[in-house]
């Protein structure tokens, strides 16, 4: 996954939240209570049989994290055949794709009981791993060593531990003989952090597996760890879309030692200028609003008041100013355009003929990209100067609403093992593969049953990758739950 972990937007409410947390046992009672009022499924499997499973995962998370999908070149194969060998011997159906040469996707399923069936849910995971630098490291990137009360390995957090989560929920799902009115599907795919070739290989070839699934749940969404009390539960339902653009200015070359106050450089500098104070339109998407009608009681009196209605804050320009000065908020509101790369001449006494420019611009889900190119051409409104995307390939970007089923599983869950903790709906800066399975009719969360601290979350494509060992004992169980009340009879 490509996450931005958004710490900034953490600080707002920690005070408050902790406060909540700590001068209030009774509302996490309540809270705890109120949810209890349909069991866990979980509840229902005998303390010595959970501690096995608790013990498999860890025993699972090591050996997966000491296989070395690290893409380039992926050898995601290696990875499938561990999850193989497992299924198999748990008597769970599964296939392999050779999508290329020692890559591979693996699907599995456990199938529906009953006769008049939903459809299905989806468990996605991908098998490869960024790169990794041993010399940096206190603990190999894949030795799966257990330090410090935590398993390390490349891949610890993003996002072996959710795929073995998922896996453990599917042997518990078997062993376990929950009787299911949809099928529950396991899709391991290879390549994510590359180019997403796992993905589009199986939804190109082998469409009919995903059969018509109405829910999908993958990485992403952030669930922070502070002082021992999980802050918030997160949950990603949608992401922006990434629309790089390419600015080049032209004009007459020249020699260094006799200005030309219409050079490329200075056009590209003036246009530049106008393109840093240009401020895009804000708006406010429904769940974007819901997002903030949830942080409204952890907020200042100030905030919560703006917060519980955005669209109508947007006419007080206190809150535009509040917005625009908190990147963690801003971002939700609007289309971004960020300065990245610039160019000129190679050489310092030589006028170049261009100069050039590179924007990151993230496009909220809906938005047309055209619109926004022409509204940045319009700012820059000089005939000497090009924006032109540096790609075709572009996908809109989407989310899936709150309402379903599995959105309020995962909220009653969450009650219950982290009482007082909000579930946020949240819409990403970064990008999952989440984006290409919404187009399909399937409604897809970024979701994840551990809680990390933000050092532990910062380790995520970083060096020191590692879960602490108790979040592996207990993550499977939670998504265990979520499943079975949305897929269990
Ligand atoms: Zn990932």
New binding site residues.
Partial sequence: ???NRSTQRTSTVAIAILMVILACTFCSLTLAQTAASKALASDRIPAARMNQYSDLAVQWMQEYLRVDTTNPPGNEMRAAAFFKRILDAEGIESRIFEISPGRADLWARLPHASAAAKRPVILLN?MD?VTSDAAHWKVPPFSGAIVDGAIWGRGAQ??KDEGLAQLVVMVMLKREKITLDRDVIFLAVAD??ASGNGTDWFIANQRDLLGNAEFLIN?GGENVLENGKPKFISVDVGEKTTYWLKVTAHGRPGHGSRPNPDSAPNRLVRALDRVIAYRTPLKVLPVVDEFLREMAPYETPQRAAWFRDANKALADKDFVKALESDPSTNYLLRNTVSLTMLGGSEQTNVIPPEAWANLDVRILPGENPKEVLEALKQVINDPNVTVEPQSSDFRIANYSPTGTALYSAIREVSAHYFPGAPVLPHITSGY?ENQRYRPLGIQSYGYSPYLATEEEGAT?HGNDERIRVEEVRRGPRVLFDVVTRVAGE
């Fill in positions: 996954m490509h996450r991908h791993v993003d996002m994510e952090e990485e999952t995520e």
